[in-house]
């Protein structure tokens, strides 16, 4: 599977997502084939950051870190969004997907 999704950024690692606000749950689904982005799902409305807030609280979870060290940093308003993780490789990413 092509990783263009993930990349390292010095000590930081880069992930590219797509959301699907609105959902029943706040889950991550996996990386979407056609867009080449990691994929979730947030129960949250995309109105006042919600969205946003439910996203960085699940990656955070997902990857047992403090939400303080994940950030948003393209794509605010976007379903598409790059975030910014702190102090975290590519390859402890890969490892949680399983791949």
């Known amino acids: 599977?092509?990783?263009?999704?993930?990349?390292?950024?010095?000590?930081?690692?880069?992930?590219l997502v797509q959301i699907q606000p609105n959902s029943s749950q706040n889950q991550i689904l996996g990386?979407?084939?056609?867009?080449?982005?990691?994929?979730?799902?947030?129960?949250?409305?995309?109105?006042?950051?919600?969205?946003?807030?439910?996203?960085?609280?699940?990656?955070?979870?997902?990857?047992?870190?403090?939400k303080a060290d994940i950030s948003i940093v393209k794509g605010h308003k976007s379903?598409?969004?790059?975030?910014r993780v702190k102090n975290v490789k590519s390859d402890q990413i890969m490892f949680l997907l399983g791949e």
């Open 79 to 83: 379903r598409k969004k790059s975030i």
């Open 31 to 66: 990386v979407g084939e056609w867009r080449g982005r990691l994929r979730l799902s947030i129960i949250g409305p995309p109105i006042s950051g919600k969205a946003n807030s439910e996203l960085l609280e699940l990656l955070s979870s997902w990857l047992s870190i403090n």
């Open 1 to 15: 599977m092509s990783q263009l999704w993930l990349e390292d950024s010095g000590d930081d690692c880069i992930i």
